[in-house]
């Protein structure tokens, strides 16, 4: 099967987000140009490749580790460009113009996975429960003592529904209903800042194992590991394992492991 290069528009769909580095004024602040399409978002195009090439498979069996070293903006043009392929996965890059690459992929249908994880059974966050402030103190205490789960519905009015401005151009299975990275990936940030409060924090990476495709209207469960802690350049990072599952039949969907920058250097 061979997997093409592709080109599209990058569309930031959460400009009002809760976190603020999608906003024009807190991304200028930073030294960015405006605010950053989200990294889930981005980690979308490199996936979208796999899903036009190996359909279902990749959404039952599809390994991707997705590393984002510089950002996307809303309109902006990209091209994802496919460095190294195989029969069973591919390497690719997502360049702007007149950048270099601004992300990177590993995206792999793998034979055998591993096993899928089971259910801890975390305990639920509670609506409107207050949220600590992801100091590097509050931090370590949930790596500790753990983290609370939480629950998504998966439909077509989320604002993550599409990846793309026009939905019609995104692979066909998510446009059937499956849902889409943004969407998988996003879950692990949304967890992570419901359990301490970031703003404003940086998606880089994600390592995922898919298990199960992901249709419309499901009822996700997610529960998360804080695994390691750490400061590199005066940013304050976070790498978390994300596991999603089905709340009515505990099935899991898709593991993620995600790292973040989850206090930025001077805050």
Request: glycine content about 6%.
């Amino acid at each position: 099967m061979l997997v093409q290069n592709w080109q599209g528009e990058a569309f930031n769909q959460v400009p009002d987000s809760k976190n603020e580095i999608h906003g024009d004024k807190v991304a200028k602040d930073f030294g960015f140009k405006g605010g950053l399409v989200p990294g889930v978002t981005v980690s979308a195009y490199l996936i979208h490749p796999a899903v036009e090439a190996f359909g279902m498979d990749y959404l039952e069996r599809g390994y991707a580790h997705v590393r984002v070293n510089k950002p996307l903006y809303d309109n902006e043009m990209f091209e994802v460009q496919i460095t190294e392929q195989s029969e069973h996965g591919y390497s690719a890059s997502i360049v702007p113009p007149d950048r270099p690459a601004s992300a990177t992929a590993e995206v792999k249908i793998l034979e055998a996975p591993p096993a899928p994880p089971v259910l801890r059974g975390d305990e639920l966050l509670e609506k409107d429960a207050p949220i600590p402030d992801a100091t590097p103190e509050n931090m370590q205490r949930l790596m500790q003592d753990g983290c609370k789960a939480m629950h998504y519905r998966w439909n077509a009015e989320h604002n993550m529904n599409t990846y793309l401005r026009d939905r019609s151009k995104m692979a066909k299975l998510h446009q059937d209903g499956y849902a889409n990275p943004s969407f998988i990936l996003g879950i692990s940030n949304w967890i992570l800042s419901g359990n301490a409060y970031v703003n404003p924090w940086v998606h880089m990476e994600t390592r995922s194992q898919n298990y199960q495709a992901m249709p419309a209207g499901v009822r996700v469960l997610s529960e998360m590991q804080i695994t390691d802690l750490f400061n590199r350049k005066g940013h304050e990072f976070v790498d978390a394992t994300v596991n999603l599952f089905n709340e009515d039949t505990g099935d899991c969907f898709t593991s993620i492991e995600l790292r973040a920058i989850y206090r930025l250097r001077g805050l």
